[in-house]
């Protein structure tokens, strides 16, 4: 893949769909995908890796089961492997999300919201 800037606006530009991440860059086995938020996700977890959350405009929730965290623009959080969540923003909030290749974006939970993987901008 040859070395180019990604520009986050432009690739947002190109999708309109909530909860469905596309994927913009890898490094090593990690990928850094773009997703655009809105309503409630479903309570699932990644028993084997931690995932990360950045957003980049808006303001999100991720609920715990034992608490919540609020994110806003340029706030960013780590969800550790196997605890449980559910994220949740009741205006469109975009969220740079980087993981490892191959995470399904709601773990192992069945779920209509549950998107194709490795979908790349």
């Not at 340029?74 to 975009?94: D, F, I, R």
């Amino acid at each position: 893949m040859p070395h180019s800037t990604i520009n986050f606006a432009e690739k947002l530009a190109l999708f309109s769909e909530h909860w469905s991440p596309k994927v913009i860059a890898e490094m090593n086995d990690y990928q850094f995908k773009l997703v655009k938020l809105q309503g409630e996700f479903v309570w699932h977890d990644h028993p084997d890796t931690d995932e990360v959350f950045i957003v980049l405009s808006g303001e999100m929730q991720i609920a715990f089961r034992d608490r919540t965290e609020h994110l806003k623009e340029g706030e960013m959080l780590v969800v550790p492997k196997g605890a449980e969540h559910k994220p949740y923003a009741e205006q469109e909030c975009q969220v740079l999300i980087v993981e490892p290749k191959g995470v399904v974006n709601t773990g192992d939970a069945d779920s209509s919201l549950t998107a194709q993987n490795d979908v790349w901008i």
